[in-house]
């Protein structure tokens, strides 16, 4: 058998503006570039934009909500480019 190595999957925002509400437990951002990435082990990666990324997004306004909300992520003006071996999807 194989040894199981530490991985993450994490995704990586940029925007123009963004409003964080605690009491809702959500951030929204609006003109909002995305990437996602997996990376080894579970240590914070300090420059994620040096990684191949598996897709890249970018959305007019977004809505990031907590762990405990059924609704995770909202977006509005949507696209998304995920990164295959055969290319771009």
Do not use: C
């Not at 009491?23 to 995305?34: G, L, P, R």
């Not at 997004?57 to 977006?75: I, L, N, W």
């Amino acid at each position: 058998t194989s040894a199981l190595r530490p991985m993450q999957r994490f995704r990586y925002f940029e925007a123009q503006r963004a409003v964080h509400d605690p009491n809702a437990h959500s951030v929204t951002a609006y003109d909002v570039k995305f990437w996602t990435f997996e990376a080894e082990g579970h240590d914070i990666v300090e420059n994620p934009l040096k990684l191949n990324p598996e897709a890249i997004g970018r959305a007019s306004s977004m809505v990031v909500f907590s762990e405990t909300d059924q609704k995770k992520f909202y977006a509005e003006n949507l696209t998304v480019e995920i990164m295959t071996e055969q290319g771009i999807w």
